[in-house]
């Protein structure tokens, strides 16, 4: 815990509802997405039997009113180490996962988006309270910083496989979420937004962009959601479809959907959902419109809290 001798200065309110609204966004903006293959949409509920698109939108609305605490826990602990940070916003992540429990009575929806739009809302808060600017390659080097020895302490060490991560990590190497987040969103930084930036450049529909990049991360992603229920044969198996999918041409015109509807069908047929690779696609998403805003004119009103311990009572 940081001293109470010192004042600690925290973003303005605005600040904070600004990035915390538009990682509300990206999660809504990825289950309306449609059609996605195996996974909640619009048009059913894929690969799932115990949610639905009510779930997810009830599951972002409960998480939305604790994104803001994160980027306010990241202007207060900019004092921190990044490799302290991590252990301060831990409450506020399990706070919101028994939020969002209790909005789907007991279904996950967005646990992995709880613990990856977590670490980049605290990274804009960091960044706001510093004065710096908040550009994507920022947001993955800090989340990358909080993270750092992750995969070791968590998957590697100690691990006698009692949840499923540890289990993928012994059986199939595969690090999921935290590997992803310790290595600062690689899959998303190098592949998706450059690939759905381009893609919108071009001129294509942002909504079809967007399938196209949810086949780049699956074809890329080692989904323990995937390897969980179909094993390594599910998940190459679906790795390979997205890449044929993609030398087919992908998704760019609405004449392409009907081949996603069939590997949607397949999916479900297979009781496949990609739910590692959504997750990446919110980041992607998220990362994609911070990118489109100019964050110094965001970060030039801040207020004082009462001192830095406050940050860790509220």
């Not at 969103?185 to 942002?206: E, I, N, S, T």
Request: charged share 20%; hydrophobic share 45%; net charge neutral.
């Amino acid at each position: 815990m940081m001293s109470n001798t010192h004042e600690q200065e925290g973003i303005a309110p605005h600040i904070a509802a600004h990035y915390s609204d538009w990682a509300w966004r990206a999660m809504l903006a990825e289950v309306n997405l449609s059609p996605k293959p195996g996974l909640v949409d619009r048009y059913n509920s894929g690969a799932h039997r115990d949610m639905a698109l009510e779930d997810f939108y009830r599951s972002a609305d409960a998480i939305r009113l604790w994104l803001p605490r994160f980027v306010e826990m990241g202007a207060c602990s900019a004092g921190l180490p990044e490799s302290a940070v991590l252990t301060a916003i831990r409450p506020i992540g399990m706070a919101c996962e028994a939020a969002m429990f209790r909005a789907t009575y007991g279904v996950n929806t967005h646990k992995g988006s709880i613990f990856s739009l977590g670490l980049l809302c605290t990274a804009a808060g960091r960044l706001s309270q510093q004065k710096k600017r908040v550009t994507p390659e920022a947001l993955c080097r800090l989340a990358a910083g909080f993270c750092e020895g992750i995969v070791a302490r968590e998957l590697a060490q100690h691990n006698a496989g009692q949840t499923a991560g540890q289990r993928l990590y012994m059986q199939l190497g595969l690090t999921g979420a935290r590997g992803e987040a310790e290595a600062g969103f690689p899959l998303v930084r190098d592949h998706a937004l450059p690939h759905y930036q381009a893609l919108k450049a071009q001129g294509v529909d942002p909504e079809l962009a967007l399938l196209d990049t949810l086949l780049v991360l699956m074809a890329r992603n080692g989904d323990t959601n995937v390897a969980s229920r179909g094993g390594a044969d599910g998940l190459r198996w679906l790795q390979q479809r997205a890449i044929a999918l993609l030398r087919q041409g992908g998704i760019r015109h609405a004449g392409d959907l009907p081949a996603l509807a069939e590997f949607d069908k397949a999916c479900i047929a297979r009781h496949l959902s990609p739910g590692g690779s959504a997750d990446l696609l919110i980041v992607t998403w998220f990362l994609a419109e911070i990118s489109t805003v100019n964050s110094q004119t965001l970060s030039s009103t801040s207020f004082s809290w009462r001192n830095s311990d406050d940050c860790f009572k509220r």
